[in-house]
């Protein structure tokens, strides 16, 4: 549930975290998740058509109205609304720019995202099965169904990301040093999100959870 602040703005809490007042009702868990689930479509996927910028901006009033078109459940959706959503995203999912909103990573699109390069970690993390594992340390590590290569912040967040699909899986560390020379740079997306257009095979190795 996504509630407002007359004080402190949006939040996903029963009370403000700020002051823990009670605040204004905005959206529900379902609509929270329904927003969410279409705003992926059309964000990193370009579901509908709707103009986007080569960092993968799409105006706000053009996202409502098109769900209103399309939807007649989501009538009730205003712009803000999807501010609330972006604002308060845990993941970080979303980036508001003026009156536009784009995603931050997950894209199956070929844009030009722009991020940010400094600050990243020595290290990043990346889940694969055994058999995957072992091809992408002979091969190197390429876009799957994504359009870059999504990397994790930890190897925890790894850990988690691949136990969604895989029952044991083997966390691979880059060394994004070595990646970044070798001329392949990389930029942060969201808190725990790295993206890159490829890893060679020799900027990784099996993680055991502990480099420093």
Same mark, same amino acid.
């Given at each position: 549930m996504i509630n407002e602040c007359e004080e402190h703005g949006y939040f996903r809490r029963d009370k403000c975290p700020v002051c823990g007042r009670n605040g204004k009702f905005v959206m529900s868990d379902f609509e929270v998740e329904k927003l969410g689930r279409m705003m992926a479509a059309i964000l990193r996927h370009g579901k509908f058509n709707l103009e986007m910028t080569e960092q993968g901006f799409v105006k706000i009033q053009d996202i409502v109205d098109t769900m209103r078109s399309h939807n007649t459940r989501v009538k009730w959706l205003r712009p803000?609304?999807? &501010?609330?959503?972006?604002? !308060?995203?845990?993941?970080? /999912? =979303?980036?508001?720019?003026?009156? #536009?909103?784009?995603?931050?990573?997950?894209?199956?699109?070929?844009? &030009?995202?722009?991020?940010? !390069?400094?600050?990243?970690? /020595? =290290?990043?993390?990346?889940?694969? #099965?055994?058999?995957?594992?072992?091809?992408?340390?002979?091969?190197?590590?390429?876009?799957?169904?994504?359009?870059?290569?999504?990397?994790?912040a930890t190897f925890e967040d790894a850990l988690h990301a691949g136990e969604v699909k895989l029952d044991d899986p083997v966390i691979l560390a880059v060394d994004t040093e070595k990646c970044v020379e070798e001329g392949f740079p990389i930029g942060k997306a969201a808190k725990t999100v790295y993206l890159c257009d490829q890893v060679p095979a020799d900027c990784m190795f099996i993680s055991e959870g502990d480099e420093e």
């Open positions: 803000y609304h999807i &501010d609330a959503l972006a604002l !308060t995203d845990p993941k970080g /999912r =979303y980036q508001i720019r003026g009156q #536009s909103v784009r995603a931050t990573y997950g894209h199956t699109l070929k844009l &030009d995202l722009n991020l940010p !390069t400094t600050n990243i970690p /020595r =290290y990043l993390y990346y889940p694969a #099965s055994e058999e995957e594992a072992e091809v992408i340390l002979d091969e190197g590590l390429f876009p799957v169904d994504r359009a870059m290569v999504h990397l994790s």
